[in-house]
């Protein structure tokens, strides 16, 4: 199995008066795990059933591997599709659930058996092939339902919230495993997510969609430490978001008053003038403060997260920050009620326009 690409141009959907996908443009290169990742509603179930053919783009063009799709059906198209729900047919034996798809490709009986055996020795499941979707977990309900998918050496594989319905833990497994099985076979996932962490831990590049649009693209890293606007800032793990005005700039920093109260600023727009939103990460505040670029603050509450503390912190004039520090085992982390600085890195604290 190779990979293929797939390019969005100018990509739109609109059912009745909802623009659910609003002129979309995306590259995703052949072989790459590209997640699109939003809240509920944002057009990604609209843009992956666009793409897999399953409905018609009111404006705009999808190619795959360069190839207009508009003529297209679905089942011509190199994809293929894992639901969240995992559509397996009660009735049929996990093997026959992993041959259906098999029945409209013209493959000989034993061609037949050996591309489900590989598929679902891909999926770890070898051996389970005589067993009904009932007598499995829901984890290997779902492993089912991919090697359903990748029994038909699709291209590209589009991923709905697949692994929604599994609890906590085995989602964790179930993301790495993925993972894994995409360096493997090579081929391109289009994973579509609410969930940032698992978009986070498994996407080469994404997509965070708002109201059918892309908002940011990039890699995991540029998207987490670099937002661009608020919405990506507060959607992608927790931000603190301050209001100030721009007072001045100096070597290549913005320094902004809050409430009276002035910090310089080192990343994103730096170049803004009026008034402008500060972010920064709550594991970048530094507890305790630098010295230097400090905002006073009195501990409003500890939560204990188990492997962090996170520690609230009322700062007049600008309300409550969040920092995040390791837990060392030591204790409960700052007193509440207790009087201590805040420390801003310039190169933490960002500017949005
Ligand atoms: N078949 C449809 N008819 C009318 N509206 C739809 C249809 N499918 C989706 N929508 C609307 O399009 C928007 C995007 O939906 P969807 O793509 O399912 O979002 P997501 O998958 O991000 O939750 C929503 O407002 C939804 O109500
Ligand atoms: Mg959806």
Known sequence: MAGGSVQLVGLEKRFAE????????????AGEFFSLLGPSGCGKTTTLRLVAGFERPTAGQILIDG??????????????????????FPHMTVGENVAFGLKYQNATKSEMADRVGKALELVQLSGLDKRKPSQLSGGQQQRVALARSLVLNPSVLLLDEPLGALDAKLRKALQVELKTLQEEIGITFIYVTHDQEEALTMSDRLAVMNHGRVEQLGTPAEVYEEPTTEYIADFLGSSNLMNGEVVGHDNGACIVNLGGLRLRAGAGRTDAQGAVSLCIRPERVLLGGTGANDLPGVVDRVVYKGPLLEVLVHVDGIGELQAVVPNHGDGAGPSRGSRIALGFPPEALRVLA
């Open 67 to 88: 190839v207009d799709a508009a003529d297209t059906p679905p089942h011509k198209r190199p994809v293929s599709t894992v639901f969240q729900s995992y559509a397996l």
């Open 18 to 29: 909802v623009l659910a996908v609003d002129s979309i443009d995306l590259e995703i290169g």
